[in-house]
Each structure stands twice: as C-alpha cells, then as structure tokens.
C-alpha cells in the first residue's frame, strides 16, 4: 500500500513516498519560497523518480495544522485534488502530532509552533510501549502558560519544533535541566511521519473523504480577526 503525504503548515516543504513499512523517498526545502511555486514541482520530482504515477497511489495524507493558513490552505487542496482525480482516501493529520512522532523519545515530547505574540501551537505527548499518546491536545498558548504547566507536572520533557528557535532561552531560565531538545533535523516537518500516522490511522479504520478534509487552524486568521474587530 503506498502513501504520498505532504506538510506544508511552515516554510518547510516536504513531501513522502511510503509503501507500508519502507520509506521510498523524501523531498524537504526550508527556504524562502512560496509553496505554491514549489509543492507541486517536489511531488513530481520525487514521483517521477520513483516511476510512479498518481493513480500508483492508495492512500494520501497531509498535515491539517496548525501552521500558515496560506501553506495549509495550499497544501490540503493538492492534496485533495490529487486524491480526487484519482478517486482514493485521504487523511489528516495534526502537524504537532507529526512533529512528536518525529522524536521516539522514552518520556514526554512537547512540540513547539511559533504562533506569535510569547504564543506557540503546542500539545504534549507521551511514548508508551512503541506508541505515541496525546496526553494534551492541540491547542495556543502564551509560552509562559505552557512552561508553567510543564515545570509543574514533569521531571524531563523534550521540545522540537521551530518554536524551541525562538523560546529557547525562556524554555531554559524556567526549565533548566528538564528540558531537553532535539536535533535539528526533527525539529522542521517530515512528510514521512504524516505518512507513517496516516498508515497507522488507516490500519485502525480512519479514512477521509476528500471533500470533508479541512484545515484546523486553532486560531482566526489575522483577516477574519480584524473583520471581527470592525464589527
């Protein structure tokens, strides 16, 4: 069964190939582009690479945020094009559950999203006997609010994620010792841990149609907020 799974929920774009427990290729950028000058052009590139046409695929996936609201828009509508015209299943998956699963860390894994304003997008996460487990879910928080939440309930925790870039010195005159960091290939998306999850997902009875997939921001966007305001 193969998989093609984008993100596409930072500057990061990054799109997989899996076909049940191997890994057949991988395309990251993290540069200053737009995704929609680059997302497609990597998915047929590594396709191409890979002799396979859409139609060789049977199950795609994406990140669902939270993330840009311009890079998740982007990303979720070739994904559901695609899927579309092939007439497969699709999958979301969370962005900060992908990034925790990038780190089979033996504890607590929390991984950090720049949201703006001392806010990240965050969740906190556990591995259990070779299973990740969402202990909080989701959601925008102050990183104050969330450091206090840590240093009150664990011992040891790890961050990733671009957030741990920016909050690193906060992270660390709260934490200390507790907390540690990941290297700084997992800190950035990896469309083969949306892949991974999705087999996963897929394997308990999840599927999606692709006219239902939608992003989850968490949060308005700047737009809708200031619409808010005006009113």
């Not at 969402?134 to 990733?160: G, H, Q, R």
């Not at 671009?162 to 997992?186: C, H, M, N, Q, W």
């Not at 989850?216 to 966007?221: I, K, N, P």
Request: with cysteine.
């Amino acid at each position: 069964m193969k998989v093609l799974a984008i993100d596409t929920s930072s500057v990061v774009a990054t799109c997989a190939v899996l076909d049940e427990e191997k890994l057949l290729g991988e395309y990251t950028l993290n540069q200053d582009m737009t995704h929609s000058e680059r997302l497609i052009p990597m998915i047929k590139t590594l396709m191409d690479s890979l002799k396979l046409k859409p139609e060789d695929i049977d199950l795609f996936a994406g990140s669902v945020g939270p993330g840009s609201f311009t890079g998740l828009r982007i990303g979720l509508a070739t994904i559901k094009g695609l899927a579309h015209v092939v007439d497969k299943s699709v999958i979301g998956i969370s962005t900060l559950e992908a990034l925790a699963f990038n780190v089979p860390f033996d504890g607590i894994v929390i991984p950090i999203m720049d949201a703006r304003r001392d806010r990240v997008y965050t969740g906190i996460y556990r591995w259990e006997n070779g299973k990740l487990l969402n202990i909080m879910e989701p959601t925008i928080l102050n990183i104050d609010e969330l450091l206090d939440i840590v240093d009150s309930k664990y011992e040891k925790v790890l961050f990733n994620g671009d957030g741990t870039l920016v909050f690193k010195d906060r992270i660390d005159e709260k934490l200390k010792d507790k907390a540690l960091y990941a290297p700084i290939s997992l800190n950035m998306a990896k469309a083969s841990s949306i892949g991974e999850l999705a087999l996963l997902k897929w394997e308990e009875g999840s599927q999606e149609n692709y006219f239902n997939l939608s992003p989850d921001y968490l949060r308005e966007s700047q737009a809708q907020r200031q619409l808010n305001e005006k009113r």
